[in-house]
C-alpha cells in the first residue's frame, strides 16, 4: 500500500524558516495536502498542492513538489512560536481531493526564542 | 465554513461500558465521514469510512462490531465504543466530505478507559 514517511522531529529558532519534508510513494496523487495539528486537537488544513504544479506560496508557506522524486515539501517562513504544532503531509492517492487520505508519521516542530 | 465538530471532546469511562461519540458537520451536508484514531505521538488511523445511509467500510483489523458506526443523516456520524476495555484508549478523530472535496476534520475525543 501507499507508504508517506517524514522526519519526525524538526527544531529552530523563532525568525527562521522551517522545512519539512515529505516522501510518498503513490505518484497517482491529483492534490497532496499538509495539516497542522496543535496538542490536544484536530487537524487544520493548512495548504495543498495539485500534482501539475511545482510551487505554490500562500503568505508564509511555500509547498515545493517534486514529482519525480515523489518529495514534497513545506516551508514555513519566519517561524513563530504558535508554528510549534505537528505537521502531517497527506495523500490522497488516485482519488483526488476524496476517499481514503493516507497521512505521514507526522514531523513536531518545535520552536525556540 | 466547512466546520466540524465532535461530542464530547473528553470522556472517562470504566471498563466494560460503552461509548458513544459525534460527528457533525456544522455548515455543510457530508456525503462521507471518516473515523480515524491516534496514539501518542502517533499518525492517525483510518479506521471506517462511512456514507450516509449505507453500512461503514472497516479497515482491515478494525473490529466492526467492537466499533459501532452510524451514518444516519449528511450531517451526523456516531462511532459507538463497545464494551470498552483499557486498550481503547486513545484519541479519536472525525471528518466530514463534502462530495470528493477536501476532508474536513473534528476537534477529536479523547477517551480514557479506566
Known amino acids: 500500500g501507499e507508504d508517506v514517511e517524514q522526519s519526525l522531529f524538526l527544531s529552530v529558532r523563532e525568525g527562521d524558516s522551517s522545512v519539512i519534508n515529505c516522501t510518498y510513494t503513490d505518484s497517482s496523487s491529483t492534490y497532496l495536502y499538509w495539516y497542522k495539528q496543535e496538542p490536544g486537537a484536530g487537524l487544520q488544513l493548512l495548504t495543498y498542492?495539485?500534482?501539475?504544479?511545482d510551487m505554490k506560496q500562500d503568505q508564509r508557506l511555500t509547498v515545493l513538489l517534486n514529482k519525480k522524486d515523489k518529495h514534497l515539501s513545506l516551508r514555513i517562513a519566519d517561524t513563530q512560536t504558535g508554528d510549534s504544532a505537528i505537521y502531517f503531509c497527506a495523500d490522497p492517492g488516485g482519488t483526488g481531493g476524496g476517499n481514503k487520505l493516507t497521512f505521514g508519521t507526522g514531523t513536531q516542530l518545535k520552536v525556540e526564542l | 465554513g466547512a466546520v466540524v465538530s465532535q461530542h464530547p471532546s473528553r470522556v472517562i469511562c470504566k471498563s466494560g461500558t460503552s461509548v458513544k461519540i459525534e460527528c457533525r458537520s456544522l455548515?455543510?451536508?457530508?456525503?462521507?465521514m471518516f473515523w480515524y484514531r491516534q496514539f501518542p505521538k502517533q499518525s492517525l488511523m483510518l479506521m471506517a469510512t462511512?456514507?450516509?445511509?449505507?453500512?461503514?467500510?472497516?479497515e482491515q483489523g478494525v473490529e466492526k462490531d467492537k466499533f459501532l458506526i452510524n451514518h444516519a443523516s449528511l450531517t451526523l456520524s456516531t462511532l459507538t465504543v463497545t464494551s470498552a476495555h483499557p486498550e481503547d484508549s486513545s484519541f479519536y478523530i472525525c471528518s466530514a466530505q463534502r462530495a470528493q472535496e477536501t476532508q474536513y476534520f473534528g476537534p477529536g475525543t479523547r477517551l480514557l478507559v479506566l
Open positions: 455548515d455543510f451536508q457530508a456525503t462521507t
Open positions: 462511512s456514507n450516509e445511509g449505507s453500512k461503514a467500510t472497516y
Open positions: 498542492i495539485f500534482s501539475n504544479m
